[in-house]
């Protein structure tokens, strides 16, 4: 465990970053293996069996009867897994750690269309699927809940509290809506939205007696082997789950879905390994979404612009399965200094797939309505955006009254509004064009909390001196591979070429979920506290070794730089690691280590900041929005790697776009079926769509938070980004669209 005394031996914040990514040259050669693509080992190819998921064509009511005659007679079936003869599980009611409702086959009951109902398993993936064609299935049909906008008025509050309360009050409301000298009352909805990583969900499983292995794309392999054995009452011993690269997972993969225990299910029935791999359509539906929200806003502010109060009342869709709650207004209690200040959070159950986290639950669409809410504000008082931020500008928490760990949003406002250019801008809207383009500037804030959890790692350091780095989190594409070999490499004193880094199986050390922008935060402590254990076993075999140049000295007196040992003053004697182990029986040395928060951690509100600058253009005669350039500057702490770092905020930017501009899923209000599942009608940004993207960081470290300094940076990029396209188009053509995403019809209107 690290302790204060060690934090500070603990590496410079600035460890020495991997040129490229560690995983790079594996992606784009092939090498690097997802889920689907694994071999079973010891296994010939010809015994694995593929298993096609059966959904419901109903939104609510049950299963009546399922006719497989002629599917059990299709060629290649090897079996037919309904709820009439599903195994009864022997914790059905378990669930993952993560509380999501899946759907074991262990009663007829159908909530949603698309549930998963059956499993059909063959020798081929074309023989599943063509045998779960000839399945007859007879429903008894009850009224589904699926118009959402008929059904507000039954908002109700969540049934289980999230991380914070869902409602909040200070101050009084009422009476700064009275003394304000502006008003703005406005009302913003967002639509549901899929996760659409570039690898659907997939899982091998195969039993080996009584215990289960598991290929699963995932961002919680721990979590996925705790789902499992509660699932199937197996010893936690008893189940392996492996996933060296997972091919983005946004929160659909935080939660082990209704697939993963059926694989599961379906290899002991056929007993032999099977592959469930959901197809593009499949991932609307069973494995979560972001649920639609309705935001009512009002901002009361003096006609200086100072915030005399702020309401922020949401509602949102949940499944009449299980409650998650998008907590859209979180932000809004902590973002603005105001002395009044009230949010509130409801629900309408329809019958939906269960809704779940997707990158920056409540933030990412939270900001789309305060900070649209902020420039309506800003435009009726007459005043710049920014300074009516800085206005506002919260030096403390206000909802909690702590301090921050570390606040620089100011500097992220001055330096992206210069990289923009936002002196160019005309507050008058519509006043800019080039030809028939309409150009507009706007710009918003982002921010997320700062999340971090105990965690474990392990560093072993082989004879010829390089080392190996081991911990049980995953690498979404976001660069866990390359900072864990960074921090090894800095804790050790060895270049970072020189670690091989083992990630993704649960037989590892343990590391929470890959959620929560935690994972570098967490993970990162852990490996530099395992690096600095290895260290100091080598050097104390160095000073107790006779024959070293080190023998005799104190141990705080030696140093590794590049893979050698020496005495921390000038001139003093130098050797290998690799000299020292081979001259000590070639034997390999290996430290665990472990790190969790700070104990001070809740003295402190640690939240990362951003600002981000949009610059679009609007065809005045198709109404078609152009991003031509976004700007933004972060204050996340330290910046443990500059290629992996920038990448996760262009990311968030780029998906902070498609909010802006396209992303919706249409749920049919007659039969409940999503009628865009693919990404042809589900449209997401693509290369053309996106201009320049700048992205700055200010690097300055929080060591409040983490002896790096370092806080997450996964979730925040996509956080403000969409008010800030929305609050450009509004300044291009001054109209003010609430209802997102702000597609060209809207703005015709
Ligand atoms: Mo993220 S939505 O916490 O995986």
Known sequence: MMTAAMQEDAPPAAAKQLPERYDGLAKVTGKAKYAAEFRVPDVPAKDMTYAWMVQSTIANGSIVSIDTAAADHASGVLAIITPFNAPKLPQPKAQPPATRHVSLLQDTTVSYNGQPIAVVVARTLEEARHAAALLKIKYAQEPAKLDFNALLSTARPPKRPGREPSDTSRGDIKGSLAQAAVVVDETYTTPIQNHNPMEPHATIAWWDGDTVNLYDATQYISGVKQTIAKTFDLPLDSVRVRCPYTGGGFGSKGSAWSHVALAVMAARVVKRPVKLALDRTQMFGPVGARPRTVQHLKLCADSQGKLLGIQHDVIIHTSVMEDFLEPSAYQTRMLYDSTANATSHRMVEVNYGVATFQRAPGEATGTVALETALDELAHKLKMDPVELRMANYAKKDPGSGKPWTSKHLDLCYTQAAKRIGWSKRNPMPGQLREGSKLIGYGMATATYGANRSPAQAAVIVHPDGRATVTCGTVDLG???????????????????????????????????????????????????????????????????????????????????????????????????????????????????????????????????????????????????VKVRRIAATYDIGTLINAETGNNQLVGGIVWGVGIALYEATHIDTTYGRTVNENLAEYHVPVNADIGVIDVTVLNIPDTKFNPMGARGIGEIGITGAAAAVGNAIFNATGKRVRDFPITPDKLMA
């Not at 670690?499 to 994972?519: A, F, M, N, Y």
């Not at 080190?550 to 141990?555: E, R, T, V, W």
């Open 478 to 624: 976001t660069g866990s591979y390359t900072i864990m070999a960074q921090y090894a490499a800095a804790g050790l004193g060895i270049d970072p070429s020189l670690v091989e880094v083992k990630l993704g199986d649960s037989e590892l050390p343990r590391s929470p979920v890959s959620g929560g922008s935690q994972t570098a935060a967490s993970i990162g402590p852990a490996i530099a506290d395992a690096a600095m254990q290895a260290k100091l076993k080598v050097i104390s075999l160095a000073i107790g070794d006779a024959r070293s140049p080190l023998s005799g000295f104190n141990a705080q007196d030696v140093e590794i730089t590049d893979g050698k040992l020496h005495g921390k003053k000038a001139g003093a004697a130098s050797e290998s690691i690799a000299t020292l182990l081979a001259r000590n029986g070639s034997q390999t040395i290996e430290a665990k280590g472990s790190a969790e928060p700070a104990q001070d951690a809740t003295a402190f509100s640690a939240h990362s900041w951003g600002a981000v600058f949009a610059e679009v253009e609007v065809d005045a005669f198709t109404h078609m």
